[in-house]
């Protein structure tokens, strides 16, 4: 299979260093790299992009070489970015880094004839003096060469400038490319948009240096819908660790992905066949109100992440919104579907003595009266953890409790509340 053709159908390229690119790749077993920032304990859906590109080239034989940035990570790259970053520690990077490869292992084959293997650029870095930086790779940068470069520019003419150590960056990212060129036959760079002017740095610093030729290529940049860049410092962050975006979560922001990515994002997100994809989209045309496409991406980009556990814990959770067993879920899972909700704490101590059910109505605020109240559960419009209750005079209780700290109420399809105890 044509990797090139692979990675077009599906939307991963953006931009391309050299029209050669297509035969180079054709012809060539490759060894391709790309940089991932190790400043955070979980990458996110920012980073998916690339890693399922990589995963696309090793699909098709080529050799992938994930590359995170232990050195350049304590600096901090400028690109995309309107102030400079916070600066991480030796210790934190090295505590990101171990859960960073557990990440893309599940992406990525790190086994067999055509593993992939995690590099550190902290490894080739550390030990070269600043003596040694300025004269084997500083001296082969202009200032006016880096100065023309857009994120550098952008960085200028904003409020808070450019620091030397991000202008700086520029070199570090570019030497990566050489020590890899050298050491590892590694002659083509994948990455973001942003990463344009660094990445044709890199080609430049290896004709310079040793002669070589290289290539490289970019993906476009997953946005939100007011096209606001994807990635942990935005605030906005998708994240790939279960602790910080639950199965459910993740679920969740897939299934809500709009009709006009859901094809994007299939092609993007998923390993689905793009001739299945094609057919998927048309049923999804002529029935849109059913949402198949997003039940399709969303079932297949938790998998690929979460396992069928995952999934199955998902699925499960995305249920009991629409009234399904909440007696199955955990604490932690009830507490993240119901997160938004309105919410009322109550003393534990009243609920194991008993309160009327329309009293909880009225005290939550879900009804004006107790007439209204038991009305409404006489009529069967009331539940209690989803399980629908008709007796107007019915008491809550410890009985009512899920994990001795909780209660859902529902009135209708929709209107939940939760009530905590303390």
Same mark, same amino acid.
């Given at each position: 299979?044509?990797?090139?053709?692979?990675?077009?159908?599906?939307?991963?390229?953006?931009?391309?260093?050299?029209?050669? /690119? @297509? %035969?180079? =790749? *054709?012809?060539? &077993?490759?060894?391709?790299?790309?940089?991932? $920032?190790?400043?955070? #304990?979980?990458?996110?859906?920012?980073?998916?992009?690339?890693?399922?590109?990589?995963?696309?080239?090793?699909?098709?034989?080529?050799?992938?070489?994930?590359?995170?940035?232990?050195?350049?990570?304590?600096?901090?790259?400028?690109?995309?970015?309107?102030?400079?970053?916070?600066?991480?520690?030796?210790?934190? /990077? @090295? %505590?990101? =880094? *171990?859960?960073? &490869?557990?990440?893309?292992?599940?992406?990525? $084959?790190?086994?067999? #004839?055509?593993?992939?293997?995690?590099?550190?650029?902290?490894?080739?870095?550390?030990?070269?003096?600043?003596?040694?930086?300025?004269?084997?790779?500083?001296?082969?940068?202009?200032?006016?060469?880096?100065?023309?470069?857009?994120?550098?520019?952008?960085?200028?003419?904003?409020?808070?400038?450019?620091?030397?150590? @991000?202008?700086?960056?520029?070199?570090?990212?570019?030497?990566?490319?050489?020590?890899?060129?050298?050491?590892?036959?590694?002659?083509?760079?994948?990455?973001?948009?942003?990463?344009?002017?660094?990445?044709?740095?890199?080609?430049?610093?290896?004709?310079?240096?040793?002669?070589?030729?290289?290539?490289?290529?970019?993906?476009?940049?997953?946005?939100?819908?007011?096209?606001?860049?994807?990635?942990?410092?935005?605030?906005?962050?998708?994240?790939?660790?279960?602790?910080?975006?639950?199965?459910?979560?993740?679920?969740?922001?897939?299934?809500?992905?709009?009709?006009?990515?859901?094809?994007?994002?299939?092609?993007?997100?998923?390993?689905?066949?793009?001739?299945?994809?094609?057919?998927?989209?048309?049923?999804?045309?002529?029935?849109?109100?059913?949402?198949?496409?997003?039940?399709?991406?969303?079932?297949?980009?938790?998998?690929?992440?979460?396992?069928?556990?995952?999934?199955?814990?998902?699925?499960?959770?995305?249920?009991?919104?629409?009234?399904?067993?909440?007696?199955?879920?955990?604490?932690?899972?009830?507490?993240?579907?119901?997160?938004?909700?309105?919410?009322?704490?109550?003393?534990?101590?009243?609920?194991?003595?008993?309160?009327?059910?329309?009293?909880?109505?009225?005290?939550?605020?879900?009804?004006?009266?107790?007439?209204?109240?038991?009305?409404?559960?006489?009529?069967?419009?009331?539940?209690?953890?989803?399980?629908?209750?008709?007796?107007?005079?019915?008491?809550?209780?410890?009985?009512?409790?899920?994990?001795?700290?909780?209660?859902?109420?529902?009135?209708?399809?929709?209107?939940?509340?939760?009530?905590?105890?303390?």
């Amino acid at each position: 299979m044509s990797v090139y053709k692979e990675l077009e159908k599906r939307g991963f390229i953006s931009q391309i260093t050299d029209s050669e /690119i @297509e %035969k180079y =790749l *054709e012809e060539n &077993k490759v060894t391709v790299y790309c940089g991932f $920032d190790p400043t955070a #304990e979980s990458l996110h859906i920012g980073n998916l992009v690339p890693l399922m590109g990589l995963a696309h080239f090793q699909r098709c034989g080529h050799t992938v070489l994930p590359l995170v940035g232990g050195a350049t990570g304590m600096i901090g790259d400028p690109s995309g970015k309107s102030e400079e970053r916070n600066l991480q520690s030796v210790g934190q /990077i @090295e %505590k990101n =880094l *171990e859960a960073i &490869k557990k990440q893309m292992g599940i992406v990525l $084959d790190f086994e067999g #004839e055509n593993k992939a293997q995690m590099v550190n650029n902290y490894d080739w870095t550390h030990k070269m003096s600043i003596l040694d930086w300025l004269r084997d790779v500083g001296k082969h940068f202009t200032i006016s060469y880096m100065l023309a470069k857009d994120s550098v520019k952008t960085r200028l003419a904003s409020e808070s400038g450019i620091s030397y150590t @991000e202008f700086s960056y520029m070199t570090l990212q570019s030497y990566d490319f050489l020590h890899l060129y050298r050491n590892y036959g590694c002659t083509m760079q994948f990455g973001g948009n942003d990463q344009w002017g660094n990445i044709t740095a890199g080609l430049e610093l290896i004709r310079r240096v040793d002669g070589g030729k290289a290539f490289g290529m970019t993906f476009p940049l997953v946005t939100t819908s007011t096209g606001e860049k994807f990635g942990k410092s935005a605030g906005n962050a998708v994240w790939l660790d279960a602790e910080k975006t639950s199965p459910y979560q993740y679920y969740q922001y897939w299934i809500n992905v709009s009709d006009e990515d859901v094809e994007k994002m299939l092609k993007l997100f998923t390993f689905i066949d793009t001739e299945e994809i094609d057919g998927i989209c048309e049923e999804h045309k002529a029935s849109p109100h059913l949402r198949k496409a997003q039940t399709f991406l969303a079932e297949e980009a938790t998998k690929i992440m979460h396992g069928e556990k995952g999934l199955e814990s998902a699925k499960n959770a995305s249920a009991a919104l629409f009234g399904g067993d909440l007696e199955g879920l955990s604490e932690k899972e009830l507490r993240t579907i119901f997160n938004d909700v309105p919410s009322t704490v109550l003393q534990k101590e009243d609920i194991e003595k008993g309160i009327n059910l329309s009293d909880i109505l009225v005290i939550t605020k879900m009804q004006s009266s107790k007439g209204n109240a038991r009305r409404l559960i006489e009529q069967g419009g009331c539940y209690i953890n989803n399980r629908k209750v008709t007796d107007g005079e019915f008491t809550v209780d410890k009985n009512s409790l899920l994990h001795d700290s909780m209660i859902i109420i529902r009135n209708g399809k929709k209107n939940y509340h939760l009530i905590s105890l303390k």
